[in-house]
């Protein structure tokens, strides 16, 4: 347990330069992004009432009322985030590849560290994991600073103030990000921790049988992918309605749980029996 | 005592290694000797479990390779095995952190003996430098046996001297080694076992010591004889 804890904090603080640039990028962008869109609105209010001569209600009939949902559109918001979740994908390949390929091949170390090489694994998913629940919270975090710098640039009589609840309901995607029930949460999060183990078990696929190894990875992936949606889609083409909504959600749960199990096993064997440095 | 027992490997259709079997003993210089692609490295890899096997055995005082076995048997390969943005003292941390076997007055002592600064980054050492470094990582800790693979390759003729040095002093006390060279010249004095290794197959192993005072024969003799027959 101790070096599994010493591992995961030597490869959270091996990403923390990249990670640190991250979460100023997205403070950044975003804050800029409520400044530039709150200008842009007001902008747009005064050639509406002074130039065209529209009344305040004129322009909010016309306009709407500028709440957090005119942010949560733009590309300002949108593109941190989506480049956080790029960066983070791409980190669960480089968090393996960068030990293995280059000048310095620190695989070697780790592989005989006197642990077990599962906490290696374990190590670097837990590393991916956290990244990914620390952007989440950041984002909680500067929804409400996000909020009063505008309420700082637009007037009370033009906005339309949101609660954190209401933001989040405005995003398309806040189901899966920001879990709104505990069950929500250990579904989705699970099924993201899921998915780290899958990609990890087949970069080990290829890391032990190379070009061999890529066609078993992308199959090992397809296969995951199968077995998790199995029970949806025999309920969608061969037994239409026969389960409750519950029971599906259940069996896809269990064949969740399998599909983890099997990456956990499989990466296991890999790691102590196939792997080559 | 270290055993490789009848280890075979393969690599994709090439069978590298048709059945290697060899011993090393503790306080003994084993030398691994034979021409680039012969297997020498895959060895060292298959006793550390860095690479899979097709057969064989490799035990370490009777018993398999675990992960307890770390804790008794280093392996310096020859490849930079620390972070390049690393510096030497937080290489020397990692190791501590990690590893009950270090000994941390050790490594200052080779840290001295090496000439190198703690506060370097790994990515600006020079080659020679950059392999001292993964001597001092190896050789700072406790181990019963220090498996090393070309300790010489690329380094100037002064590194090599002061890393050969390293076999005369207390740093390696009486611990097992087994050493993969091409440059036998630097270490032949020093060397008690040699094991020849050709296509996949051990030729022929001696004790040094044996073949000198026997046949009046040194170790490139035994090699011309061998490999040249």
Same mark, same amino acid.
């Given at each position: 347990m101790s070096n599994y804890l010493k591992l995961v904090n030597f490869e959270l603080s091996r990403f923390m330069k990249l990670y640190v640039v991250m979460i100023c990028f997205t403070i950044i962008m975003q804050i800029?992004?409520?400044?530039?869109?709150?200008?842009?609105?007001?902008?747009?209010?005064?050639? /509406? &009432? $002074?130039?065209?001569?529209?009344?305040?209600? /004129?322009?909010?009939?016309?306009?709407? @009322?500028?709440?957090?949902?005119?942010?949560t559109q733009s590309i300002w918001f949108m593109g941190p985030i989506a480049l956080c979740g790029a960066a983070l994908l791409f980190y669960m390949f480089?968090?393996?590849?960068? *030990?293995?390929?280059?000048?310095?091949t620190f695989i070697y170390r780790l592989l005989m560290i006197p642990t077990a090489r599962m906490n290696v694994y374990l190590a670097k998913a837990t590393t991916i994991f956290l990244m990914v629940i620390?952007?989440?919270?950041?984002?909680?975090? #500067? +929804?409400?600073?996000?909020?009063?710098? &505008?309420?700082w640039m637009v007037p009370v009589d033009f906005r339309l103030d949101l609660n954190i609840l209401q933001t989040?309901?405005?995003? !398309?995607?806040?189901?899966?990000?920001?879990?709104?029930?505990?069950? =929500?949460?250990? #579904?989705?999060?699970?099924?993201?921790?899921?998915?780290?183990?899958?990609?990890?078990?087949?970069?080990?696929? =290829?890391?032990?049988?190379?070009?061999?190894?890529?066609?078993?990875?992308v199959v090992y992936i397809a296969l995951s992918v199968g077995l998790l949606m199995l029970p949806v889609l025999i309920d969608e083409f061969f037994?239409?309605?026969?389960? $409750?909504?519950? =029971?599906?959600?259940?069996?896809?749960?269990? &064949?969740?749980l399998l599909v983890t199990g099997m990456s956990l096993f499989t990466s296991h064997y890999l790691l102590n029996k196939k792997v080559t440095v | 005592m270290l055993e490789v027992k009848d280890l075979k490997k393969k690599f994709g259709r090439k069978q590298v290694l048709k059945g290697v079997s060899f011993t090393a003993k503790? %306080? /003994?210089?084993?030398?691994?000797?034979?021409?680039?692609?012969?297997?020498?490295?895959?060895?060292?890899?298959?006793?550390?479990?860095?690479t899979a096997i097709n057969g064989g055995q490799i035990l370490l005082n009777g018993e398999s390779i675990t992960k307890k076995s770390y804790e008794k048997i280093t392996f310096i390969p020859d490849a930079i095995t620390v972070m390049p943005h690393m510096k030497i003292s937080e290489a020397m941390q990692f190791m501590d952190d990690f590893y009950d076997c270090w000994n941390e007055k050790r490594?200052? @002592?080779?840290?001295? +003996?090496?000439?190198?600064?703690?506060? *370097?980054?790994?990515?600006? #050492?020079?080659?020679? !430098?950059?392999?001292?470094? !993964?001597l001092l990582l190896g050789l700072a800790m406790d181990v019963d046996y220090v498996l090393m693979d070309e300790p010489f390759s690329g380094i100037d003729m002064f590194s090599r001297e002061k890393i050969a040095e390293v076999f005369t002093t207390h740093l390696i006390e009486d611990r097992g080694v087994i050493i993969t060279t091409h440059e036998i010249s630097d270490i032949e004095h020093l060397i008690d076992?040699?094991?020849?290794? *050709?296509? %996949?197959?051990?030729?022929? /192993?001696?004790?040094?010591?044996?073949?000198? =005072?026997?046949?009046?024969?040194?170790?490139? *003799?035994?090699m011309r004889e061998v490999y040249q027959a």
């Open positions: 800029t992004g409520v400044i530039v869109k709150s200008k842009s609105y007001m902008g747009l209010a005064n050639e /509406e &009432m $002074y130039k065209n001569m529209m009344s305040k209600t /004129e322009f909010i009939n016309q306009h709407g @009322e500028f709440s957090f949902y005119w942010l480089l968090i393996w590849y960068r *030990d293995w390929l280059g000048k310095n620390g952007m989440v919270a950041l984002q909680l975090a #500067l +929804f409400p600073v996000e909020a009063v710098v &505008m309420q989040i309901f405005s995003l !398309n995607f806040a189901a899966v990000l920001f879990p709104l029930t505990p069950t =929500e949460f250990f #579904l989705w999060y699970g099924a993201g921790a899921m998915s780290i183990l899958v990609i990890f078990t087949a970069i080990l696929f =290829e890391r032990s049988f190379r070009w061999k190894g890529i066609l078993i990875g037994m239409y309605g026969y389960l $409750y909504p519950i =029971e599906l959600v259940g069996i896809t749960i269990v &064949m969740g | 503790k %306080g /003994e210089i084993t030398c691994l000797i034979g021409i680039n692609g012969v297997g020498k490295t895959t060895i060292l890899n298959a006793i550390m479990r860095l490594a200052t @002592e080779l840290l001295d +003996f090496f000439k190198l600064n703690a506060n *370097d980054r790994v990515s600006s #050492l020079s080659k020679g !430098n950059t392999a001292k470094v !993964n076992h040699v094991v020849l290794l *050709d296509n %996949g197959r051990v030729l022929k /192993e001696f004790a040094t010591e044996e073949v000198r =005072e026997q046949e009046g024969k040194s170790v490139v *003799d035994v």
